[in-house]
């Protein structure tokens, strides 16, 4: 199994679950995120006064999926996330033991299963 994370704009959640949708997957997070890469941040203006905004808003997808769906939902991540400017953000994948659902105790593919 692998636990899939990616940082992505928050105007991409959208293309990115309907994507993961249509791989199969049945369950994921996401969580509403602040951090910054190469961009460092931004300029805005409010109210006729400059100011630097260093944390941008992103969102955080984390999936649990079995080895072989693994680059596939990378793949459909990545393809609905990009826009080709700066600030498209991250994907990683790690190997992860073992899942538990706690409700029932079923473990590891069964616990990640719909």
């Given amino acids: 199994m692998k636990l899939v994370t990616a940082i992505i704009k928050p105007s991409r959640l959208d293309p990115v679950l309907d994507a993961l949708k249509d791989v199969g997957i049945s369950g994921l997070t996401v ?7 190469r961009q460092k941040g931004k300029t805005e203006v409010y109210r006729g006064a400059e100011y630097e905004v260093k944390l941008l808003p992103k969102v955080k997808i ?18 609905a996330a990009k826009t080709g400017k700066i600030g ?5 994948v790690y190997d992860l033991d073992s899942v538990l659902r706690i409700r029932t105790g079923e473990t590891n593919q069964e616990a990640i299963e719909g």
């Fill in 88 to 92: 498209d953000g991250k994907v990683w």
């Fill in 31 to 37: 969580s509403e995120v602040r951090g910054f890469g």
């Fill in 62 to 79: 984390e999936v649990v999926v079995p080895d072989p769906l693994a680059e596939n939902a990378v793949e459909k991540i990545v393809t």
